[in-house]
């Protein structure tokens, strides 16, 4: 019982990761009406940014975290900057692809491109061997019911949580927010109510980034990191998008759960190394018997 | 006196394929103008060409005096134009509140008090403005997309059949709710298979028959015309008003 109850706790605590990146991904499936293969590696990007300048700052923990306070602008530089590349890429390759009205497979396939030239760039830059934020232990708190859980892991799932309820927010309170969900409605009819939807584009790929980066440093914060790190989390994220129902946010944090969880509980009966085979079940499985995902088509 | 909209000699399509050739129109400030014609004779196609949700390839369009052909949809809207498509035209997943605060995306200010304005005339979207539009009767979803195309204060509003599926009772509604637009100063130009209760209230007509211009008169001359009435307005009796118009291809 307790063993289940512990790998439950890691489950919410992958599943928050994977959650962070789907609502991401679902968010610009949403807006842009694609598959964004490159979300992965822009994840990738996110924790290597911030590697970039947290190594360069004060890198003294703090309290019982295995990071320090310098770790809050590198992750805000870090969003700013995966948010800048997704909507610079947006700019020079989506975007004619739109204009020329392609279809959005080939835009998906396209993305597949960005996703191989970021992951390349990544590799070039910061090599091929893994690295840390910190190195030292995180000591785990114990929690009742003899349950373990280490203050990263619990920094991970308050960040979901406030992301989640940043996003709320931001899309059912602001005007930006509310033309991004006109715009994943209909896009022809924003446009024809005077919605500038190229701009509600650029807004999109920038919360999308800036999303998948914090996913990224939350991953880092508790793990290596290296350059293929975000590309293993592409599947589990796109099952959590599928799970949750396409263009949907809270559907797409509830499918990371899903994901997370199962695949951690699951090694109580498989062995550990097929883990990472469980959300690809559960995508198929969902694909067959649920396309429109467990909370059905939204609207 | 130049008229509030002039398009001249405008022809349009998708890709390669031309529908609409050559097509003049005018609209002068506080009419109803109304177009009429057979199914896929191309009078949707018009409208996107003028508002700009297509690209005429030929043509001008003269809104106010300044040609505005090739504009954007988007910068139509802030011309003073404001359009509302044939189908789909309310955001399903947004509130009834937040379609129309859509509808004057580009305005900070007066936002909230055009709202109530329009309302008001509106009393069904008024009861219940946290509605998403998804779950509204036709009729409704049709009033709030002409609610919406009307936030900006457009002088000019293009409807696409406003009428079409809906009920005899909400067909006169949204009819007298056309006649009040008007009546606020907003010129009408609207495609319209109702064609007899259509014409009843406009000022002017066209006939488009395989994307070109076929007949210009007034409301009132083209319900006594004899022949449009024998095409486009059908014998009470017959009803079949489509199965005989000449070119009828059921685009839809
Ligand atoms: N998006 C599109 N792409 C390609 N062809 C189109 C498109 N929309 C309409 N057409 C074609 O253009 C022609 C004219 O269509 P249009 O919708 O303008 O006719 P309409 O007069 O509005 O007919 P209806 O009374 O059925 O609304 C039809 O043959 C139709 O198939
Ligand atoms: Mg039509």
């Known amino acids: 019982m307790t063993e289940f109850a512990q790998l439950l706790v890691v489950g919410v605590v992958v599943g928050s990761i994977v959650g962070l990146g789907a609502m991401g991904l679902t968010l610009a499936f949403g807006i842009l009406k694609f598959a964004n293969f490159a979300h992965g590696d822009m994840m990738t990007l996110g924790m290597f940014l911030a590697y970039a300048v947290y190594t360069r700052l004060d890198g003294t923990a703090m309290g019982p975290f295995s990071v320090g306070l310098a770790m809050v602008p590198a992750m805000l530089i870090a969003m700013a900057g995966v948010g800048l590349v997704a909507a610079s890429v947006d700019q020079t390759v989506y975007r004619r692809l739109r204009r020329r009205g392609s279809a959005s497979i080939t835009m998906a396939i396209a993305s597949l491109g960005v996703a ?3 992951r390349a760039v990544i590799q070039l830059i910061w090599g091929p061997t893994p690295v840390r934020y910190a190195t030292g232990i995180n000591v785990a708190w114990t929690l009742p ?34 033309a991004m969900r006109a715009t994943s409605d209909n896009p022809a009819l924003a446009d024809i109510s005077g919605i500038d939807t190229e701009r509600i584009r650029a807004a999109t790929w920038m919360i999308a980034g800036a999303l998948i980066a914090v996913a990224g440093v939350m991953f880092g ?49 498989i062995p550990t190394g097929y883990k990472t085979a ?19 088509p939204k609207g | 006196m130049t008229p509030l909209l002039d398009v001249q000699g405008v022809s349009a399509g998708y890709g ?103 309302l008001d005339r509106f009393p069904e979207l008024a009861r219940r403005p946290n509605e998403t539009a998804g779950r509204l009767s036709g ?5 709030l997309a002409m609610c919406r195309a009307l936030m900006l204060e457009p002088r ?79 014998r009470v009796e017959s009803g079949a008003i489509e199965a005989d118009a000449p070119g009828a291809e059921g685009s839809r």
Do not use: C
């Open chain 2, 139 to 143: 009729g409704q979803r049709q009033a």
């Open chain 1, 221 to 269: 914060v508790q793990s290596q990191l290296k350059f293929d790190a975000g590309f293993e989390f592409l599947l589990p994220m796109f099952a959590a998008v599928i799970l949750g129902g396409v263009g949907n946010p809270w559907g797409a944090l509830a499918g990371g759960m899903v994901v997370g969880i199962s695949q951690e509980v699951s090694t109580l009966w």
């Open chain 1, 116 to 118: 191989i030239m970021v």
């Open chain 1, 278 to 296: 469980v959300p690809f079940v559960l995508l198929t499985v969902m694909l067959i018997v649920r396309p429109r995902g467990l909370f059905g």
């Open chain 2, 16 to 118: 390669d394929v031309r529908i609409v050739h050559g097509v003049s129109i005018h609209v002068e400030a506080r009419e109803i103008v109304t177009i009429i014609g057979p199914n896929g004779a191309g009078k949707s196609t018009l409208l996107k060409a003028v508002f700009g949700a297509i690209r005429p390839t030929e043509g001008r369009v003269i809104l106010e005096g300044r040609d505005v052909a090739g504009l954007s949809a988007f910068q139509m809207v802030q011309a003073g134009a404001g359009f509302v498509p044939q189908t789909e035209n309310v955001f399903p997943s947004l509130t009834i509140r937040e379609n129309l605060e859509m509808g004057a995306y580009r305005r900070q200010q007066g936002v909230n008090e055009r709202i109530d304005e329009l």
């Open chain 1, 145 to 178: 019911f003899g349950l373990r859980m280490r203050p990263d892991q619990v920094l991970i799932v308050i960040a979901m949580f406030a992301l989640a309820v940043g996003l709320y927010l931001l899309l059912f309170k602001t005007r930006l927010g509310k």
């Open chain 2, 156 to 234: 000019l509003l293009l409807l696409d059949e406003p009428t079409a599926a809906l009920s005899p009772i909400m067909r006169e509604e949204i009819f007298a709710q056309i006649v009040a637009i008007r009546d606020s100063g907003v010129a009408v130009l609207m495609v319209e298979q109702n064609a007899r209760e259509a014409l009843e209230i406009s000022d002017r007509g066209y006939v488009l028959v395989n994307g070109q211009n076929a007949l210009e008169q007034s409301g009132a001359e083209m319900l006594a015309n004899p022949e449009v009435g024998r095409l486009f307005l059908g």
